[in-house]
């Protein structure tokens, strides 16, 4: 089975902390995505990645970075936390989609800011 | 303009029943792609199924099926024979290109014994 594992579920960070959200991946996916969750809103597309070292903004890219040294992982950075980054963060991948059309979700990444 | 739409903020229903989750999309890409997802209370999103707009046939997989109607944009979850595990909130998605999904805001779904 596929797996997507966020290294965190549930975190509590201050206002100003820099915060690591980890994302790794155990298929082999080119393409991995960050989305935030909020209560009525959905989900948003914060980054995505299609191979190693690249990356592209997603709807709300702001006060978020992301990196992706190797294939199998996929970190979110709030390079500075602020209460409305509370939110729940979800870590994505897939295959290109001419080699498959499933997204593969992890179990999300609860984050409060205080 | 919204690309997916689903109206029913919440539904109830009673346990066995069939369900009918609506979804309508909107795209001028004749290549795309149908999702629908379910997330429990514990928060993980998990993949039910996905309808092709160029196949010929409404997807199915076990007790969900979706009915895929190409000329009025629509791609409705059904539900046979509901069970109270089937409470949880349902994303209908559609993936248009390589690699973003545009997301609906979602159907909370209530089984009620």
């Known amino acids: 089975d596929v797996k997507v594992t966020q290294s965190s579920r549930y975190l509590v960070k201050r206002t100003g902390e820099k915060v690591f959200l980890e994302c790794v991946q155990d298929?082999?996916?080119?393409?991995m995505f960050w989305y935030r969750q909020d209560p009525g809103l959905g989900l948003r597309l914060i980054y995505f990645s299609y191979d190693v070292k690249m990356k592209e903004k997603g709807d709300i890219p702001e006060g978020y970075s992301v990196s992706r040294e190797k294939k199998e992982r996929f970190s979110l950075i709030l390079e500075s936390a602020s209460t409305n980054q509370t939110s729940m963060y979800l870590c994505?991948?897939?295959?290109?989609?001419?080699?498959?059309?499933?997204?593969?979700f992890g179990e999300g990444s609860w984050l409060t800011v205080v | 303009a919204q690309k997916i739409t689903q109206t029913q903020p919440g539904m109830f229903v009673q346990e066995k029943e069939a369900v009918t989750l609506d979804c309508t999309y909107d795209?001028?890409?004749?290549?795309?792609?149908l999702f629908w997802y379910k997330q429990p209370s514990s928060g993980e999103m998990i993949f039910l199924i996905y309808?092709?707009?160029?196949d010929q046939q409404n997807a199915t997989e076990g007790r969900y099926s979706l009915n895929f109607q190409k000329a009025r944009k629509s791609a409705n979850l059904v539900i046979s024979a509901s069970q109270l595990g089937d409470s949880a909130m349902y994303f209908c998605?559609?993936?248009?290109?390589?690699?973003?999904?545009?997301w609906g805001a979602g159907t909370k779904l209530i089984i009620k014994p």
């Open positions: 994505a991948s897939s295959l290109p989609r001419s080699s498959g059309n499933t997204i593969y």
């Open positions: 298929m082999d996916h080119e393409n």
């Open positions: 309808q092709g707009s160029y």
């Open positions: 795209t001028s890409d004749p290549s795309y792609g």
């Open positions: 998605a559609m993936r248009e290109g390589n690699y973003q999904l545009i």
